[in-house]
């Protein structure tokens, strides 16, 4: 969907794997063309490292690689992160060049790259920071302020798309991303899938090293710099929420660099790559034809996100009339729909508030009126059940699909407690923009009575109706408005606010606020 629609960002991430999409799509209208430049990318990594490292044991090197489940298995792919570890690889090439003999040249083109390096991943900012902190003398060099302008003018166009979609990446990440409560499992999930990343065996060498081993230039400080930032800054997230085990894989080109000498050096630990390669490649083998062939047996109940997907697209437009579908809180399966059946899809603000590209390309907007399948994921009153490929789903058609999408509330979201006979008064504003659009049948309605919505524990929505009706004319008079709301039971709930019509499931346009009744 990326691909489809060409800008210079995107809600969640710069441009980059949109163009290389967009580019394998030129040959191949499948999903060969959505991989085919990952894959020429991952093989590019891997022969730049090869570069870097300069090996003397070219059949070392390949046991090492071939013994990596992150080549294998995400080198396949087509997401962000292959982008941005090419780009980190060849950063890493031209500044070990650079640090050989000091060149202009050189350095403007470590500019353009770190401008590229910024357009696949922001993750790409913390290769470029921890090179300048390994080496701060750079920054004495004319020619190093003359490649960051020449970075920020390639990044230029993606921090313009941001200002004119109002930062929308920046609002999410540092002001409404829900922060999760200390969970030591977040700590220890960190810390043992680390070395599975780039394992399945030999991640342990490969870690092992790249901690152990000291720099003895400017360009392995550099590479011991990203190491041990990397890692820590990661590890110190892992107090405040869940961290993916490949949002360490910019330390890859490190850790293969020190990882192979390291190796090259031991004549045990070069028997012990050549001996575990074949377990290795055992295990991937059996990962790779999984990622082709969907051989675990139904009964397991195993579900993945590889198989199934073209006949669960094939089974939802069969139900629904060739109208356009609407999925709540997921725009992932969004995209999947409307790649398998080529029918429009979009996806509702999920239950958290979390909005999504969708709503940058405003299609729900363009679905008010329209008849839709709508495809819940809460179970609510008056929507059947559908068995897929990939499980089931809830669903429902409409005949007239009216929701508010140009509706945003602020609400303080402090997490209060109180007791269930009690009620609770929220001051509540509209954001700037906010407005109602009528179509179909309700396009005479004046106004919409605002719901409040709470989630328990297990999904389950119960709405509770307030005595507010919002108008266009209150929202543009940007007044304060106070509302009272009694829960509806006992326990840990979420609350949302919402408008909503009586023909339709009531959509979130506020975030989340915790309640803890007792």
Same mark, same amino acid.
Do not use: C
């Given at each position: 969907?990326?691909?489809?629609?060409?800008?210079?960002?995107?809600?969640?991430?710069?441009?980059?794997?949109?163009?290389?999409?967009?580019?394998?799509?030129?040959?191949?209208?499948?999903?060969?063309?959505?991989?085919?430049?990952?894959?020429?990318?991952? !093989?590019?990594?891997?022969?730049?490292?090869?570069?870097?490292?300069?090996p003397k044991n070219l059949l070392l090197y390949y046991a090492i690689i071939a013994s990596?489940?992150?080549?294998?298995?995400?080198?396949?792919?087509?997401? $962000?992160?292959? &982008?941005?570890?090419?780009?980190?690889?060849?950063? @890493?090439?031209?500044?070990?060049?650079?640090?050989?003999?000091?060149?202009?040249?050189?350095?403007?083109?470590?500019?353009?790259?770190?401008?590229?390096?910024?357009?696949?991943?922001?993750?790409?900012?913390? +290769?470029?920071?921890?090179?300048?902190?390994?080496?701060?003398?750079?920054? /004495? /060099?004319?020619?190093?302020?003359?490649?960051?302008?020449?970075? @920020?003018?390639?990044?230029?166009?993606?921090?313009?798309?941001?200002?004119?979609?109002?930062?929308?990446?920046?609002?999410?990440?540092?002001?409404?991303?829900?922060?999760?409560?200390?969970?030591?499992?977040?700590?220890?999930?960190?810390?043992?899938?680390?070395?599975?990343?780039?394992?399945?065996?030999?991640?342990?060498?490969?870690?092992?090293?790249?901690?152990?081993? %000291?720099?003895?230039?400017?360009?392995?400080?550099?590479?011991?710099?990203?190491?041990?930032?990397?890692?820590?800054?990661?590890?110190?997230?892992?107090?405040?929420?869940?961290?993916?085990?490949?949002?360490? *894989? #910019? !330390?890859?080109?490190?850790?293969?660099?020190?990882?192979?000498?390291?190796?090259?050096?031991?004549? /045990?630990?070069?028997?012990?790559?050549?001996?575990?390669?074949?377990?290795? =490649?055992f295990l991937i083998l059996g990962v790779r034809l999984f990622l082709m062939v969907d051989?675990? &047996?139904?009964?397991?109940?195993?579900?993945?996100?590889?198989?199934?997907? *073209?006949?669960?697209?094939?089974? #939802?437009?069969?139900?629904?009339?060739?109208?356009? +579908?609407?999925?709540?809180?997921?725009?992932?399966?969004?995209?999947?729909?409307?790649?398998?059946?080529?029918?429009?899809? !979009?996806?509702?603000?999920?239950?958290?508030?979390?909005?999504?590209?969708?709503?940058?390309?405003?299609?729900?907007?363009?679905?008010?009126?329209? &008849? +839709?399948l709508y495809l819940p994921n809460f179970y609510a009153e008056g929507v059947d059940s559908?068995?897929?490929?990939?499980?089931?789903?809830?669903?429902? =058609?409409?005949?007239?699909?009216? !929701?508010?999408?140009? +509706?945003?509330?602020?609400?303080?979201? /402090?997490?209060?407690?109180?007791?269930?006979?009690?009620?609770?008064?929220?001051?509540?504003? @509209?954001?700037?923009?906010?407005?109602?659009?009528?179509?179909?049948?309700?396009?005479?309605?004046?106004?919409?009575?605002?719901?409040?919505?709470?989630?328990? #524990?297990?999904?389950?929505?119960?709405?509770?109706?307030?005595? =507010?009706?919002?108008?266009?004319?209150?929202?543009?008079?940007?007044?304060?408005?106070?509302?009272?709301?009694? $829960?509806? *039971?006992?326990?840990?709930?979420?609350?949302? =606010?919402?408008?909503?019509?009586?023909?339709?499931?009531?959509?979130?346009?506020?975030?989340? %606020?915790?309640?803890?009744?007792?």
């Open positions: 969907m990326y691909s489809k629609n060409l800008a210079w960002g995107y809600f969640d991430h710069p441009p980059m794997i949109a163009v290389f999409i967009k580019m394998g799509w030129l040959f191949f209208q499948n999903e060969l063309g959505v991989r085919l430049f990952i894959i020429l990318l991952n !093989t590019g990594t891997i022969f730049l490292i090869e570069r870097i490292i300069q990596i489940v992150l080549i294998h298995y995400g080198g396949v792919l087509a997401v $962000p992160d292959i &982008p941005l570890l090419f780009f980190t690889s060849t950063f @890493f090439y031209l500044y070990k060049r650079y640090t050989e003999k000091e060149s202009w040249v050189f350095m403007l083109l470590i500019g353009l790259n770190a401008g590229l390096l910024l357009l696949s991943k922001y993750h790409g900012i913390l +290769v470029i920071g921890f090179t300048l902190l390994s080496n701060l003398s750079l920054l /004495k /060099k004319w020619s190093t302020w003359m490649a960051m302008l020449v970075a @920020f003018i390639v990044f230029l166009p993606h921090m313009i798309w941001q200002h004119n979609h109002h930062y929308p990446t920046i609002n999410y990440h540092l002001f409404h991303r829900e922060v999760s409560a200390f969970d030591y499992t977040y700590i220890l999930e960190f810390i043992f899938t680390q070395p599975l990343v780039y394992g399945p065996i030999i991640g342990f060498v490969l870690l092992y090293f790249g901690f152990k081993q %000291k720099p003895t230039n400017a360009f392995e400080r550099a590479l011991k710099f990203n190491t041990i930032g990397v890692f820590l800054l990661f590890f110190i997230f892992t107090f405040k929420g869940k961290v993916e085990a490949h949002w360490t *894989d #910019i !330390t890859f080109p490190a850790l293969m660099y020190f990882g192979y000498h390291g190796i090259e050096n031991s004549e /045990k630990l070069k028997k012990f790559t050549y001996i575990t390669l074949p377990i290795s =490649l051989f675990i &047996p139904e009964k397991l109940h195993v579900k993945t996100e590889f198989h199934g997907w *073209d006949e669960w697209a094939e089974q #939802i437009k069969t139900i629904s009339n060739d109208y356009p +579908v609407v999925f709540a809180n997921s725009y992932q399966n969004a995209a999947k729909y409307e790649f398998y059946s080529g029918i429009t899809s !979009t996806s509702l603000n999920d239950q958290k508030g979390r909005k999504n590209q969708y709503n940058i390309w405003k299609t729900e907007n363009k679905l008010q009126g329209l &008849p +839709v559908l068995k897929t490929a990939v499980g089931w789903f809830y669903q429902i =058609l409409l005949n007239d699909f009216q !929701t508010y999408p140009d +509706v945003n509330i602020t609400v303080d979201r /402090k997490t209060e407690r109180l007791k269930l006979n009690n009620s609770i008064v929220l001051k509540i504003e @509209f954001e700037e923009g906010s407005k109602i659009i009528h179509t179909g049948q309700f396009s005479e309605t004046d106004g919409v009575w605002l719901n409040a919505v709470f989630f328990n #524990i297990h999904n389950q929505m119960v709405t509770v109706p307030t005595n =507010l009706l919002v108008t266009n004319e209150m929202m543009k008079n940007e007044a304060v408005q106070y509302v009272t709301i009694h $829960p509806p *039971d006992t326990g840990k709930l979420s609350l949302y =606010l919402s408008l909503s019509n009586d023909r339709f499931l009531p959509t979130v346009h506020s975030y989340r %606020k915790r309640l803890i009744i007792e």
